[in-house]
Protein backbone atom coordinates (compact mmCIF):
# COMPACT_ATOMS: atom_id res chain seq x y z
CA UNK A 1 0.00 0.00 0.00
CA UNK A 2 1.29 3.51 -1.16
CA UNK A 3 1.87 5.85 2.67
CA UNK A 4 3.31 8.49 1.31
CA UNK A 5 2.30 11.59 2.78
CA UNK A 6 0.23 14.30 1.29
CA UNK A 7 0.69 17.72 2.42
CA UNK A 8 -1.65 20.39 3.99
CA UNK A 9 -3.03 21.84 0.67
CA UNK A 10 -5.54 18.28 0.65
CA UNK A 11 -6.75 18.74 4.28
CA UNK A 12 -7.65 22.33 4.33
CA UNK A 13 -10.97 21.69 3.60
CA UNK A 14 -11.50 19.72 6.13
CA UNK A 15 -9.68 22.25 8.75
CA UNK A 16 -11.53 24.70 7.15
CA UNK A 17 -14.95 23.40 8.65
CA UNK A 18 -12.95 24.19 12.32
CA UNK A 19 -10.57 27.14 11.30
CA UNK A 20 -12.15 30.56 10.11
CA UNK A 21 -8.79 31.20 8.15
CA UNK A 22 -7.08 29.45 5.36
CA UNK A 23 -4.68 27.06 6.74
CA UNK A 24 -2.58 26.67 4.19
CA UNK A 25 -1.65 30.41 4.20
CA UNK A 26 -0.84 30.35 8.25
CA UNK A 27 2.10 29.10 9.03
CA UNK A 28 2.85 26.80 12.46
CA UNK A 29 6.41 26.66 14.60
CA UNK A 30 7.06 22.88 15.04
CA UNK A 31 6.89 22.67 19.37
CA UNK A 32 8.95 19.42 18.82
CA UNK A 33 12.00 21.23 16.59
CA UNK A 34 10.78 25.17 16.50
CA UNK A 35 11.23 25.01 12.53
CA UNK A 36 8.72 27.61 11.22
CA UNK A 37 6.95 26.55 7.86
CA UNK A 38 3.61 26.99 6.15
CA UNK A 39 0.66 24.35 7.15
CA UNK A 40 0.64 23.74 2.89
CA UNK A 41 4.45 22.02 3.27
CA UNK A 42 3.50 20.37 6.47
CA UNK A 43 2.90 15.91 5.93
CA UNK A 44 -0.85 15.01 6.14
CA UNK A 45 -1.10 11.54 6.71
CA UNK A 46 -4.39 10.31 5.93
CA UNK A 47 -5.06 7.44 5.38
CA UNK A 48 -6.16 6.89 9.18
CA UNK A 49 -9.17 7.79 11.27
CA UNK A 50 -8.19 11.20 11.73
CA UNK A 51 -5.56 12.89 9.83
CA UNK A 52 -2.04 13.74 11.16
CA UNK A 53 -0.07 16.61 10.27
CA UNK A 54 3.43 16.27 11.15
CA UNK A 55 6.59 18.81 10.28
CA UNK A 56 8.23 18.36 7.24
CA UNK A 57 11.47 19.20 8.97
CA UNK A 58 11.31 16.61 11.83
CA UNK A 59 8.50 14.37 11.16
CA UNK A 60 7.16 14.83 14.47
CA UNK A 61 2.99 15.32 15.13
CA UNK A 62 1.96 18.70 15.07
CA UNK A 63 -2.16 18.35 14.53
CA UNK A 64 -4.11 15.42 14.95
CA UNK A 65 -7.87 16.00 13.98
CA UNK A 66 -10.34 13.00 14.37
CA UNK A 67 -14.52 13.82 13.39
CA UNK A 68 -17.45 12.29 13.55
CA UNK A 69 -20.42 13.22 12.85
CA UNK A 70 -21.40 14.60 16.31
CA UNK A 71 -18.18 16.39 17.11
CA UNK A 72 -14.41 16.52 16.31
CA UNK A 73 -11.50 16.18 18.42
CA UNK A 74 -8.57 18.31 17.80
CA UNK A 75 -5.20 18.15 19.48
CA UNK A 76 -2.60 20.46 18.53
CA UNK A 77 0.03 20.35 20.94
CA UNK A 78 2.75 19.76 18.64
CA UNK A 79 2.51 23.13 17.49
CA UNK A 80 3.89 25.85 19.53
CA UNK A 81 3.02 29.09 17.32
CA UNK A 82 0.50 29.49 14.79
CA UNK A 83 0.88 32.90 12.72
CA UNK A 84 -2.37 33.54 10.78
CA UNK A 85 -1.34 36.52 8.03
CA UNK A 86 -3.82 38.77 8.05
CA UNK A 87 -7.32 39.18 5.69
CA UNK A 88 -6.85 35.24 5.00
CA UNK A 89 -10.18 34.85 6.49
CA UNK A 90 -12.37 32.31 4.89
CA UNK B 1 -17.56 26.88 4.02
CA UNK B 2 -20.66 25.29 3.15
CA UNK B 3 -21.20 22.02 0.76
CA UNK B 4 -22.79 23.13 -2.71
CA UNK B 5 -24.68 21.40 -5.09
CA UNK B 6 -22.98 20.67 -8.33
CA UNK B 7 -24.58 19.83 -11.21
CA UNK B 8 -22.68 17.79 -14.42
CA UNK B 9 -23.25 20.06 -17.41
CA UNK B 10 -20.57 17.92 -19.91
CA UNK B 11 -18.33 15.00 -19.59
CA UNK B 12 -15.44 15.75 -22.16
CA UNK B 13 -12.99 12.06 -22.14
CA UNK B 14 -9.24 13.23 -22.18
CA UNK B 15 -6.79 10.11 -21.97
CA UNK B 16 -8.15 6.91 -21.48
CA UNK B 17 -7.95 7.07 -17.63
CA UNK B 18 -8.96 10.73 -17.20
CA UNK B 19 -12.31 12.55 -17.58
CA UNK B 20 -12.85 16.48 -17.36
CA UNK B 21 -15.93 17.23 -15.92
CA UNK B 22 -17.94 20.24 -16.44
CA UNK B 23 -19.97 22.12 -14.15
CA UNK B 24 -22.10 24.57 -12.84
CA UNK B 25 -22.63 24.87 -9.07
CA UNK B 26 -24.52 26.84 -7.52
CA UNK B 27 -23.46 29.88 -5.53
CA UNK B 28 -19.89 29.10 -6.70
CA UNK B 29 -18.19 32.89 -6.02
CA UNK B 30 -15.10 32.06 -8.20
CA UNK B 31 -11.51 30.98 -7.58
CA UNK B 32 -8.13 31.86 -8.31
CA UNK B 33 -5.69 29.13 -10.55
CA UNK B 34 -4.34 26.55 -8.95
CA UNK B 35 -7.15 26.30 -6.06
CA UNK B 36 -9.27 22.83 -5.55
CA UNK B 37 -12.42 21.54 -4.17
CA UNK B 38 -13.48 18.45 -2.35
CA UNK B 39 -16.16 16.19 -3.77
CA UNK B 40 -18.04 14.05 -1.31
CA UNK B 41 -20.43 11.05 -2.51
CA UNK B 42 -23.03 9.76 -0.27
CA UNK B 43 -24.54 6.22 -0.69
CA UNK B 44 -28.52 5.92 -0.31
CA UNK B 45 -27.40 3.81 3.44
CA UNK B 46 -25.51 6.96 4.30
CA UNK B 47 -21.53 6.24 3.88
CA UNK B 48 -20.45 9.36 2.63
CA UNK B 49 -16.59 9.24 0.50
CA UNK B 50 -15.44 12.76 -0.03
CA UNK B 51 -11.64 13.57 -2.10
CA UNK B 52 -9.94 16.40 -3.35
CA UNK B 53 -9.55 17.62 -7.13
CA UNK B 54 -7.93 20.57 -8.52
CA UNK B 55 -9.68 23.20 -10.83
CA UNK B 56 -9.03 22.60 -14.14
CA UNK B 57 -10.76 26.16 -15.52
CA UNK B 58 -9.56 29.19 -15.27
CA UNK B 59 -11.04 32.21 -12.86
CA UNK B 60 -13.85 33.57 -14.26
CA UNK B 61 -15.23 30.74 -16.78
CA UNK B 62 -18.76 30.15 -16.67
CA UNK B 63 -18.47 26.91 -15.70
CA UNK B 64 -16.38 25.01 -13.00
CA UNK B 65 -14.14 21.88 -14.45
CA UNK B 66 -12.46 19.10 -12.64
CA UNK B 67 -10.41 16.43 -14.54
CA UNK B 68 -10.33 13.60 -12.72
CA UNK B 69 -8.06 10.29 -13.04
CA UNK B 70 -10.10 7.26 -12.92
CA UNK B 71 -8.54 4.91 -9.52
CA UNK B 72 -9.29 1.45 -10.04
CA UNK B 73 -9.82 0.75 -6.52
CA UNK B 74 -10.89 4.09 -5.45
CA UNK B 75 -14.17 5.44 -4.11
CA UNK B 76 -15.14 8.49 -5.50
CA UNK B 77 -12.95 8.48 -8.83
CA UNK B 78 -14.81 5.70 -10.64
CA UNK B 79 -18.09 7.13 -10.38
CA UNK B 80 -16.53 10.63 -11.49
CA UNK B 81 -14.97 9.17 -14.70
CA UNK B 82 -17.26 5.94 -15.53
CA UNK B 83 -20.94 6.80 -14.11
CA UNK B 84 -21.30 10.94 -14.15
CA UNK B 85 -23.70 11.88 -16.54
CA UNK B 86 -25.08 15.01 -17.50
CA UNK B 87 -27.35 16.25 -15.29
CA UNK B 88 -26.05 13.99 -12.35
CA UNK B 89 -25.43 16.47 -9.02
CA UNK B 90 -23.32 15.73 -6.17
CA UNK B 91 -21.84 17.98 -3.26
CA UNK B 92 -18.74 19.81 -3.31
CA UNK B 93 -16.64 22.32 -1.30
CA UNK B 94 -14.33 25.13 -2.19
CA UNK B 95 -12.48 26.76 -3.63
CA UNK B 96 -10.12 25.41 -1.01
CA UNK B 97 -6.37 26.89 -0.47
CA UNK B 98 -4.63 30.31 -1.12
CA UNK B 99 -1.05 28.80 -1.25
CA UNK B 100 -0.80 27.04 -4.43
CA UNK B 101 -2.43 29.49 -6.58
CA UNK B 102 -0.89 32.03 -9.48
CA UNK B 103 -2.67 35.23 -9.50
CA UNK B 104 -0.78 36.43 -12.29
CA UNK B 105 -0.15 40.23 -10.97
CA UNK B 106 3.52 40.33 -11.72
CA UNK B 107 5.58 39.48 -14.83
CA UNK B 108 7.81 36.88 -12.56
CA UNK B 109 8.48 33.67 -14.93
CA UNK B 110 6.81 31.35 -13.61
CA UNK B 111 7.81 27.22 -13.92
CA UNK B 112 5.63 24.96 -13.65
CA UNK B 113 6.00 21.14 -13.12
CA UNK B 114 3.55 18.58 -13.26
CA UNK B 115 3.16 15.08 -13.07
CA UNK B 116 0.59 12.79 -14.50
CA UNK B 117 -2.96 14.38 -13.07
CA UNK B 118 -0.93 16.86 -11.49
CA UNK B 119 -1.17 18.99 -14.83
CA UNK B 120 -4.69 20.20 -13.40
CA UNK B 121 -3.98 23.15 -11.10
CA UNK B 122 -0.94 23.89 -13.76
CA UNK B 123 -3.58 23.74 -16.75
CA UNK B 124 -5.41 26.33 -14.72
CA UNK B 125 -2.54 28.70 -14.11
CA UNK B 126 -1.61 28.28 -18.09
CA UNK B 127 -5.15 28.77 -18.91
CA UNK B 128 -5.16 32.14 -16.82
CA UNK B 129 -2.28 33.23 -18.11
CA UNK B 130 -3.81 33.20 -21.63
CA UNK B 131 -7.23 34.47 -20.72
CA UNK B 132 -5.28 37.62 -18.64
CA UNK B 133 -2.99 38.14 -21.73
CA UNK B 134 -0.30 37.83 -18.85
CA UNK B 135 3.38 39.10 -20.22
CA UNK B 136 4.72 36.77 -17.65
CA UNK B 137 6.84 34.14 -19.10
CA UNK B 138 5.08 30.79 -18.40
CA UNK B 139 6.61 27.27 -19.09
CA UNK B 140 5.25 23.94 -18.26
CA UNK B 141 7.58 21.05 -18.06
CA UNK B 142 5.29 18.07 -17.74
CA UNK B 143 6.00 14.16 -17.12
CA UNK B 144 3.40 11.32 -18.15
CA UNK B 145 3.83 8.25 -19.08
CA UNK B 146 3.14 7.75 -22.58
CA UNK B 147 2.05 9.81 -25.07
CA UNK B 148 -1.28 8.42 -24.74
CA UNK B 149 -1.35 9.57 -21.13
CA UNK B 150 -0.92 13.11 -21.76
CA UNK B 151 -4.35 15.41 -20.58
CA UNK B 152 -4.64 17.63 -22.88
CA UNK B 153 -2.44 17.45 -25.51
CA UNK B 154 -4.59 19.15 -27.88
CA UNK B 155 -5.50 21.92 -25.30
CA UNK B 156 -1.69 22.01 -24.41
CA UNK B 157 -0.31 22.97 -28.27
CA UNK B 158 -3.28 25.27 -28.52
CA UNK B 159 -2.13 27.49 -25.30
CA UNK B 160 1.51 27.74 -26.81
CA UNK B 161 2.81 31.29 -27.50
CA UNK B 162 6.02 33.20 -27.30
CA UNK B 163 5.12 33.63 -23.75
CA UNK B 164 4.09 30.23 -22.76
CA UNK B 165 6.61 27.07 -23.36
CA UNK B 166 5.58 23.36 -23.10
CA UNK B 167 7.93 20.82 -22.89
CA UNK B 168 6.57 16.91 -22.92
CA UNK B 169 8.83 14.55 -21.04
CA UNK B 170 7.69 10.58 -21.43
CA UNK B 171 8.96 7.84 -18.88
CA UNK B 172 7.36 4.61 -20.54
CA UNK B 173 6.93 5.83 -24.19
CA UNK B 174 7.87 2.67 -26.54
CA UNK B 175 7.08 4.46 -29.90
CA UNK B 176 10.33 5.59 -31.77
CA UNK B 177 7.92 8.37 -33.51
CA UNK B 178 8.59 10.19 -30.00
CA UNK B 179 11.23 12.24 -30.55
CA UNK B 180 11.05 14.39 -27.72
CA UNK B 181 12.00 14.24 -23.87
CA UNK B 182 12.60 10.83 -22.27
CA UNK B 183 12.73 10.47 -18.99
CA UNK B 184 11.63 11.88 -15.57
CA UNK B 185 12.48 15.26 -14.56
CA UNK B 186 15.73 15.64 -13.05
CA UNK B 187 17.98 18.42 -12.00
CA UNK B 188 19.52 18.13 -15.54
CA UNK B 189 16.28 18.38 -17.76
CA UNK B 190 15.52 21.53 -14.76
CA UNK B 191 18.70 23.09 -15.44
CA UNK B 192 18.01 22.99 -18.77
CA UNK B 193 14.87 24.20 -19.56
CA UNK B 194 14.41 26.07 -16.56
CA UNK B 195 14.95 29.21 -15.56
CA UNK B 196 18.42 29.57 -13.09
CA UNK B 197 17.87 30.74 -9.74
CA UNK B 198 19.35 34.24 -11.06
CA UNK B 199 15.76 35.10 -12.55
CA UNK B 200 13.77 33.85 -9.28
CA UNK B 201 11.11 32.05 -10.90
CA UNK B 202 7.99 31.24 -8.88
CA UNK B 203 7.89 27.31 -8.85
CA UNK B 204 5.38 25.21 -8.64
CA UNK B 205 5.40 22.00 -8.62
CA UNK B 206 2.04 19.47 -8.59
CA UNK B 207 2.53 15.77 -8.97
CA UNK B 208 2.03 11.89 -6.66
CA UNK B 209 4.06 13.06 -3.53
CA UNK B 210 7.16 10.90 -4.68
CA UNK B 211 7.29 13.12 -7.53
CA UNK B 212 6.83 16.34 -6.35
CA UNK B 213 9.99 15.74 -3.58
CA UNK B 214 12.70 14.85 -5.99
CA UNK B 215 11.25 18.13 -8.26
CA UNK B 216 10.93 20.31 -5.27
CA UNK B 217 14.77 18.83 -3.70
CA UNK B 218 16.14 19.67 -7.01
CA UNK B 219 14.98 22.84 -8.01
CA UNK B 220 16.99 23.91 -4.42
CA UNK B 221 19.63 21.89 -4.88
CA UNK B 222 19.72 23.91 -8.55
CA UNK B 223 19.97 27.18 -6.13
CA UNK B 224 15.83 28.07 -6.67
CA UNK B 225 15.11 29.49 -2.91
CA UNK B 226 12.88 27.18 -0.81
CA UNK B 227 10.26 29.84 -0.77
CA UNK B 228 10.08 30.13 -4.10
CA UNK B 229 9.38 26.31 -4.59
CA UNK B 230 5.25 26.09 -3.94
CA UNK B 231 4.42 21.75 -4.11
CA UNK B 232 1.29 20.30 -4.10
CA UNK B 233 0.85 16.44 -3.66
CA UNK B 234 -1.47 14.27 -4.38
CA UNK B 235 -1.67 9.89 -3.77
CA UNK B 236 -2.68 7.56 -1.73
CA UNK B 237 -6.65 8.52 -1.03
CA UNK B 238 -6.36 10.17 -4.92
CA UNK B 239 -9.35 7.91 -5.40
Redesign the interface.
Same mark, same amino acid.
Given at each position: ??????????I???L??LFAF?V??AATTCAHCRHTQ?M??LRAY??APGIVLRCASCGGVQLRLVQSTERAWLDVRGIQMLQVPAG?T? | ?RWLEATVAETVPETARTVTLRLDVGDWRGHRAGQ???VRLTAEDGYAAQR?YSIASPPGADRVELTVERIDDGEVSPWLTTDADVGDQFEL??P?????VWDGDDTTPVLLVGGGSGVVPLMAMLRHHAASGSTAAMHLVYSARTLGDVIYRQGLEALASPHRAVTLTLTRESSPDWGGHRGRVDADLLADLGWPPSVRPHCYVCG? $??FVEVVADALVGLGHEPARV? $???????GG
Open positions: MDTSPLDGNGAGAGEDTMPADVRTV | MHVDSRGIGGWFP $TPR $TERFGPT
